[in-house]
């Protein structure tokens, strides 16, 4: 059992930047792939951005890609998602999620997830 627990988010100003963290239970950080998603208001759970287990690999969406980046540190359990350059259609719940595999692929479904961080970017 993993348990994830978002924080960081809040309310911005277009253009400007947050730093969402996600911590982490469990003593295999490192054996699952961690990925953000998000829920605007009225749409389905969007794929945001993923990392390898070893952190070697990344992807994101289209939708963000040169302004977000994702990261983590597996001695401390902990994935960030730096976002910058913040637009108004970026406004939603951020959720944390772990796979459950160490490898990345956009066929895969997490097999946790945490309660989500709001994000508001007024313009």
């Known amino acids: 059992q993993v348990q994830l627990a978002e924080s960081g988010g809040g309310l911005v100003q277009t253009g400007g930047s947050l730093r969402l963290s996600c911590a982490t239970s469990?003593?295999?950080?490192?054996?699952?792939?961690m990925g953000w998603f998000r829920q605007a208001p009225g749409k389905e759970r969007a794929f945001v951005a993923a990392i390898s287990g070893s952190g070697g690999n990344t992807y994101y969406a289209d939708s963000v890609q040169g302004r977000f980046t994702i990261s983590r540190d597996n001695n401390r359990n902990t994935v960030w998602l730096e976002m910058n350059t913040l637009k108004p259609e970026d406004t939603a719940v951020y959720y944390c999620?772990?796979?459950?595999?160490?490898?990345?692929?956009?066929?895969?479904?997490?097999?946790?997830w945490g309660p989500g961080t709001l994000v508001t970017v007024s313009s």
């Open positions: 999620a772990a796979y459950l595999t160490s490898n990345y692929h956009s066929g895969y479904l997490p097999g946790y």
């Open positions: 469990g003593r295999t950080f490192s054996a699952y792939a």
